[in-house]
């Protein structure tokens, strides 16, 4: 290890490290750790709702799913590789990394929205099987897709329009977005303005289908016409 600057306490920040089997670190003068390589939490943190040590970058893969957490305090700002957090208790994004090389997963938490997600993510963005209700808080850059299915959205509001690919089956709003051929026409069609909450103004939405030569559904399920 190296130490940027000596505090007595550092000797458990030590004593932490090698719990967790982390060994090409830094330890910076304001306690966060930076590390070179991956850093493997899954499973591992017990009787505790939150990270062990406070990280600053860690430039391989950083995992930490499979726990009881309820917070990403302490999390590396910038992480070189992907970043896991599935399977925990998780209501909030906010506290972890903004910067993400590879891909970006919080599956499997009780999240509302995404407030707190990385600025950006180069790689895949996996949220499915959550509680959202919103995108808002989504990354201003998604590099792969975007997979949000089975959460309970009603609008896609938020998404970047310049996206690769996007997976929402099992939401409300799935049942419009796959009537598109594919994200961008979609988006393209809510210029229109016919989502009013779980109602559908008709005759808008017909002329963004017209436009496209997709011809207009009887019924959507789970909508109602207005």
Not at 46 to 68: D, I, M, Q
Not at 194 to 219: A, C, D, H, Q, V
Request: glycine share 10%.
């Amino acid at each position: 290890m190296k130490y940027l600057k000596l505090f007595e306490s550092f000797k458990d920040i030590d004593s932490i490290c090698d719990e967790y089997h982390i060994e090409d670190y830094t330890i910076n003068s304001d306690g966060t750790v930076d590390v070179n390589g991956d850093v493997n939490l899954n499973g591992q943190i017990r009787n505790k709702n939150n990270l062990p040590l406070k990280f600053g970058t860690v430039s391989g893969h950083f995992t930490c799913s499979f726990n009881n957490l309820t917070t990403l305090k302490g999390a590396p700002t910038y992480v070189g590789g992907m970043f896991l957090c599935n399977r925990n208790e998780l209501v909030t994004l906010e506290g972890g990394p903004k910067y993400v090389i590879g891909s970006f997963g919080c599956t499997d938490n009780q999240l509302i929205n995404l407030n707190g997600a990385p600025i950006e993510v180069d790689g895949n963005f996996e949220c499915y099987s959550n509680k959202l209700v919103t995108l808002e808080g989504t990354p201003t850059h998604v590099g792969g897709r975007f997979d949000c299915h089975n959460n309970r959205l009603i609008d896609l509001e938020g998404l970047p329009r310049k996206i690769d690919k996007v997976l929402c089956h099992d939401n409300p709003i799935s049942s419009i977005y796959y009537l598109f051929p594919d994200h961008k026409s979609f988006m393209e069609s809510l210029d229109y303005d016919y989502l009013r909450g779980t109602s559908i103004i008709k005759w808008r939405f017909k002329e963004s289908l017209n436009e496209l030569g997709i011809e207009m559904p009887k019924y959507i399920t789970g909508w109602n016409w207005i």
